[in-house]
Structures are given as structure tokens and as C-alpha cells.
């Protein structure tokens, strides 16, 4: 399966939370395949550097593409690596960025922000990378781009973090 379609997803939190259930499994799942140990290989080895190494690869391969109107799907990370299916939203680039993570045994968390002044609810997700050496957790928003290394969008009225 290249992508999940999530189907109708229940209003508000609990339709976030389901999301971010099946984000987190696919997540868990795919660190373990060959694509995406293949792409860690490749990877520094140093907690900066192999975070920094994971953005860098999410933003470089992985083009914004939102999904259909009143629809939530979430692409499998070996699919994106593959390029099985191009492109993807914040929950697809942040699943992947998950599974670089997850597979070069770094710790992460996907942190759901609701930003939006005439939307409420959760409209955006993203990641936040253990750097143990420094004790910390950095955010990680690849739909930022280059600059979404260490950035957090500001402000936020509420947010919600989930270990993956």
C-alpha cells in the first residue's frame, strides 16, 4: 500500500489522534525496511549531524503536495524514499523524518500545533529530534524548508506531543 486513505476520521481530537496513531505505526514499521536503512547508511553519525542529515533529506526529496479536500491520507515512508508516490503533506514528511529517526535508534515525537486564528483545531504537524548529547529535543518542520531545521511556528494557541 503506497498510501493510507484514513477515511472519514472523526471530528476534532480524536480525529488528530487516530492520524497520529497510524503515522507512528507506519513509522515504527518502515524503519526496519531496506529503503530506509539504505538512506541512514548514509547519514553522519553524530546527534547534530544525523538530524540535520534527516531534514536535509526529507526537504530535498520530498515536495509539498496537500491532500484532497476534506480527505487525510498518509504516505508510507518507503514509499516516499522510493519514489512510489511523490510528494506529501506536513504528516507525511513528518512520518518519514519518524522513520529516519526511529532506524538510526534516535528518540522523536510528533508534536500537533493548532495555529490557524479562523481555524480551530490541529492543523499542523511536525517532529521533534532527540539530541542526547545535549539533553534536548529540537522541532524539526520539514514543510518549512531549509529554514525548518530547530524552527517552531509561533504562536501556537495549543499543542499536543506524542512519542513515537
Known amino acids: 500500500m503506497k498510501r493510507r486513505n484514513l477515511g472519514r476520521l472523526p471530528v476534532g481530537d480524536a480525529g ?7 503515522m507512528c505505526r507506519m513509522a515504527r514499521s518502515d524503519a526496519s525496511s531496506s ?9 553522519r553519525t553524530d546527534d547534530w549531524g544525523f538530524l540535520n542529515d534527516a531534514f536535509r533529506y526529507v526537504v530535498k526529496t520530498v515536495p509539498y503536495i496537500s491532500d484532497p479536500k476534506g480527505e487525510e491520507f498518509v504516505v508510507a515512508p518507503r514509499h516516499l524514499i522510493a ?3 511523490v510528494g506529501g503533506d506536513c504528516d507525511d514528511m513528518s512520518t518519514l523524518l519518524a522513520a529516519l529517526l526511529l532506524a538510526g535508534g534516535r528518540k522523536c515525537w510528533f508534536k500537533t500545533i493548532e495555529w490557524k486564528p479562523d481555524v480551530s483545531g490541529f492543523t499542523h504537524v511536525y517532529l521533534l529530534g532527540e539530541v542526547p548529547s545535549l539533553g534536548l529535543a529540537i522541532p524539526i518542520d520539514a514543510v518549512k524548508g531549509a529554514t525548518g531545521f530547530g524552527w517552531e511556528k509561533r504562536p501556537y494557541r495549543r499543542a499536543k506531543v506524542y512519542p513515537v
Do not use: H, L, M, Y
Not at 16 to 22: A, G, L
Not at 35 to 43: G, H, L, P, S
Open 16 to 22: 488528530v489522534d487516530k492520524t497520529i496513531t497510524e
Open 35 to 43: 529503503e530506509v536503512q539504505r538512506v541512514v547508511a548514509q547519514f
Open 83 to 85: 519514489k512510489r508516490w
